[in-house]
């Protein structure tokens, strides 16, 4: 069913209803200014009624086949496949990437979709051997409930199909509380679902503030699982809030990601990667590179490549196929990078590009690529978060020296290490303390059949994609079968007196 243009409503046990407080949001173009559409400010009344729902659809979804499970996913993919051009060019209009990148976004979530629905006929289990004679024994994946789904505004499309898919195809039902910054694309989502055929209740959005609606499922005695991908310090509340009802807690947080550039690398390849992964979503990627440790023998050669690229890099509305780089999401996002502009200045280090606001008639929140050079590895622009397009160089003596600087942050979620030396290559996967490394790549560009996620403060252990994914959207039961028709005592009855 359609909601009314421009004014959406959330999607509570198969409905399009408003918000009991019959107050709205705006979610608007961070390029243009321009309104996209209104939003309920959803309550905690709203969350209990999405909550409820879900909480009764489980019944039965829950002892849905699971292939079946998996056909209602096939079709969502296939609807998501042929919408992309529109997700594609809304995704830009209302989060701001560039339409290439938001093209890649949908298409990561056409990716998981299919996949996921592939894991209908998989969840392997295991079968393994009793230790008493007629006795079978294997282990099973059983969902476990409601999964309450909180989401960031980086990956509209994505990061809520990493988390949905597979909490769907195992069995689980959901209440989605998307970013209030990109509810749209949130919104068409569960319209493809709802279109799909997914039974009422079994996902359910509910738009709103963190504060409130994401607070409240935080803190509901029915929700069994959190799975959230956003800030360190929401992620830290998360789990400290979700312990008293002891949920289980899945979390994505923050990156400061570094790539080696060692000297013997091919430096126009690294300057590439570089580029693509420092700018890219104008750094606003939990897998950006912030940090590029650098060998001090190319330590110039490799500025002054990345400096020229990135001054030719074009910035502005994304819509527009010429345009690289797109705006910030919103005036905090613009004014915390330019004050870390000023942190960079204030600590010693270079600026050899950027450090500004881009104007240029545009209305958007743009901001320059920013380059800082000559960074010390332990001044704030090399040590905390910024999540905008501006990088820090710092520069290293050698393989153990780039580790060390590169493992130096309480962040783990990425890294990378451009050499030539295969040796270097395999101490470095070995040594970096993240959850991905690439070789001769960017940080960035993750796929969607291997795991994702961090170490340290980047999350708590849990991985996203794969089939890693299953452990966090299910529980294993153990199944012991006894057909020997009599008491068989394990331990006891079958060893030597
Ligand atoms: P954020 O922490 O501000 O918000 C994330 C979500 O949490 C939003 O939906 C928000 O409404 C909700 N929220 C806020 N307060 C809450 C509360 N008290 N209870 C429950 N929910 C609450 O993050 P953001 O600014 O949207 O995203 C940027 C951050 O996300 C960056 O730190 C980035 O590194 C991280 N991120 C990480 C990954 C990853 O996979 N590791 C991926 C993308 C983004």
Redo the contacts with the bound molecule.
Sequence with gaps: MAVAANTYRNYIDGAWVDSESGEQFEDTNPATGDLIGSFPRSTTADTDRAVAAAHQAYASWRLYPAPKRAEILFKVAELLRDRKPELTRTMTQEMGKVLTEAGGDVQEGIDMTYYMAGEGRRMFGQTVPAEMPDKFAMSVRQPLGVVAV??????PMA?PTWKLMPALVTGNTAVF?????VPLLAEMLVQIFEEAGLPKGVVNIVHG???TV??R??EHPDVKIVT?????E?GI??ARTGADTLKRIHL????KNAIIVMDDADLDNAADGILWSAFGTSGQR?TAASRVVVHERVYDGLAARLVERAEALRIGNGLDPEVDVGPLINQAALDKVDRYTGIARDEGAEILTGGEHYTNGEKGFFYRPTIYGRVERDMRVATE?I?GPATALIPCRDLDDAIAISNRVEYG?SSAIYTDDVNAAFRAIRDLDTGITYINAGTIGAEIQLP???TKY??NGHR?AGTAALDTYTEWKAVYVDYSGKLQRAQIDNQPS
């Design positions: 909180i989401t960031p505004f980086n990956f990061i509380k998307p970013s209030g910054d503030g963190g504060a994401g607070q499922l935080l959230f991908t956003g800030s360190k929401t509340h998360v994505e947080l923050g990156g939990c978060e999540f979620l994702f996620g961090g980047t999350g996203e």
